[in-house]
């Protein structure tokens, strides 16, 4: 008999997104017959605008679907400095500061890789996205967990931060508004933090995706804050803003030198990013963008109903989430960890939530719940939670 393959030990320290494993679990339960309301995954449920699969098909069409520069095409790269410099209001050179990618994640991942080394320290705040952590741990960095506290509406705190500097810190990673809190950094929050890495000779890895789903105020971006710009990897896309999840595509800007090194990375993994589909992100960024207004109302009357009714909850207390399209009740005094809550709400109530400490160790105690789905299906699960909770 011959000996077991073995896998590589980095394997080990890979995490995943515990969405999809509920999503599974969720199948799983459909596919018996259950009917399940879904608040689990971050999905936006609008279709993708018409002009944008327009420009793709007339791509398709065209015959525009051959390889492409590895940093995308000179015409998308163009927009988005376009887009970024008008949001943000910095120069964007589009020859050597952007890079177009399959998605946010590759630019998150390619961001890391190439500025991080082993035993390097990584502020990321906690609760975050499961990717950050999953990045880091994987190429043998060191993980330290900033803190989001209710009590500060789940922003990052510069003093917080600051607490956990050391020589050894390489890079803060920023995410406003938030995943999974749905909190966004105000104007004297973003000024801290800037001066923390200026200080600290940090780089910052800004993770920008739900920028535009903004309810009060404005998004603030690092990249914005002087000398900034040059030490910041701004991380965006198209998933959210433009329901375009399953067309996998996003960009960094960053200086010349770190978008030189990302693009390597990519030639090494994918060459480069869909041909067709940087079409279609030209249309997104250059086309009417009342189709983002519209659906960040749709959002906002969600966001509204989705609050009241789980403050309406024996037991729940939910802040008024900034932006994204999350919120992230507390569930402490239900008396259940949050793991064993959400398992109860699936299988019992027939409703999909997160456990909070799927995005880490400060998460317990909270779910999130993602309102990117219709009022009658979120009417529908708080129904189904309250009279779930009630019989604990």
Known sequence: ?????????????????????????????????????????????FDTPQHIKDAAVRALKEGFTHYTP???????REAVAEKVSEDRGIDVDPNREVVAMPGAKPCILTGILATVNPGDEVLI??????IYESVVSFIGAVLVPVPLREEKDFRLSPEDVAEKVTERTRMLVLNSPHNPCGSSLLKSDVEGLAE????????VLSDEVYCKIQYEGK??????????KERTILVDGFSKTYAMTGWRLGYAVGNPEVIAHMVKLQINVCSCPTSFVQKAGIEALRGPQDCVSQMVKEYNKRRRAIVAGLNAIRGISCKMPGGAFYVFPNVKRLGLKSRDLMTLLLNKGRVATLHGDAFGQHGEGYLRLSYATSLENIKEGLSRIKATVEKL
């Open 1 to 45: 008999m011959s000996a077991k393959l073995s896998f590589a030990d980095r394997m080990k320290s890979l995490g995943t997104e515990t969405a999809f494993e509920v999503l599974g679990m969720a199948r799983e339960l459909e596919r018996k017959g259950v009917n399940v309301v879904h608040l689990e995954i971050g999905e936006p449920d």
């Open 70 to 76: 590895s940093t995308g095409i000179i015409e998308l």
């Open 125 to 130: 705040p906690n609760p975050s996205y499961p």
């Open 196 to 203: 923390i890495a200026r200080e600290n000779n940090l780089w």
């Open 219 to 228: 998004h603030h971006s690092i990249a914005s804050e002087p000398g900034m």
